[in-house]
């Protein structure tokens, strides 16, 4: 079955300290990679996308994601946690059937 | 404003009451999906449109329907909903233009938080 793993429920860094969100997929073919944030009471807001080409994808608000095809990764990262960085983020693929799949989300939590 | 709107956006209901949540985006975006949110499972996608009356499964359809009749509209209709129904609900859209910069991000609804009771 298609999937998307996030193994971490929550993740804890200390502002100004670099973060890391994990993310791994077990999709078919050459899938598209997301990630997504949420926000409180709020639908989830596009970061980066990895499509084809440089393994190292920059996104919105300074994260990046690095995508290794050999461990099937596509983990999140920033240089520098900002406390408004706390928020929920998902891992998503898109398959070529148009079908995507969301990971179950990590909680990061930036402490001042 | 490109955007992706979803009513209602809270609505508790009772066992067997027919009930549509209505999605609209203003993007001209071919497909449209939606997704229940639950605490542990993330998001699982309902069902999803590649185009106007084009539709089809995703992981959980059981227990709903959708019709998509225009473009720009992919309600969700729970015809007969059950206590298991009780979730966050989300509409998304996207370009299937997939050379595009911006393809195929998709754009989120606020939400609907459905309590079925």
């Known amino acids: 079955a298609q999937s998307v793993a996030q193994p971490e429920d929550q993740v804890n860094v200390a502002e100004g300290n670099p973060l890391t969100v994990k993310c791994t997929y077990s999709v078919s073919g050459n899938p598209y990679l997301f990630w997504y944030v949420q926000y409180p009471n709020r639908g989830l807001q596009f970061l980066l996308k990895?499509?084809?080409?440089?393994?190292l994808v920059k996104g919105s608000y300074g994260f990046e994601a690095e995508f290794n095809k050999s461990q099937t990764s596509f983990h999140l990262k920033k240089p520098s946690a900002l406390v408004s960085d706390s928020a929920l983020y998902f891992c998503a693929a898109g398959d070529t059937g148009n079908q995507f799949y969301f990971g179950t989300g990590t909680s990061l939590t930036v402490i001042p | 404003e490109a955007q992706v709107t979803q009513n209602p956006r809270y609505l508790i209901t009772v066992t067997g009451k027919k009930l549509t949540v209505t999605c609209s985006q203003n993007m001209n975006h071919e497909y449209m999906s939606w997704y229940r949110q639950d605490p542990g499972l993330g998001l699982r996608q309902i069902y999803y449109s590649m185009n106007v009356e084009v539709t089809d499964k995703g992981d959980v359809p059981e227990g709903y329907k959708v019709s998509r009749k225009e473009k720009r509209n992919f309600p969700l209709i729970l015809e007969s909903p059950s206590p298991n129904q009780t979730s966050l609900y989300f509409c998304?859209?996207?370009?299937?233009?997939?050379?595009?910069?911006?393809?195929?991000?998709?754009?989120f609804g606020q939400g609907t938080r459905l309590t079925v009771v």
């Open positions: 990895y499509i084809t080409g440089d393994n």
């Open positions: 998304a859209s996207s370009s299937l233009d997939w050379t595009s910069s911006f393809g195929p991000q998709a754009f």
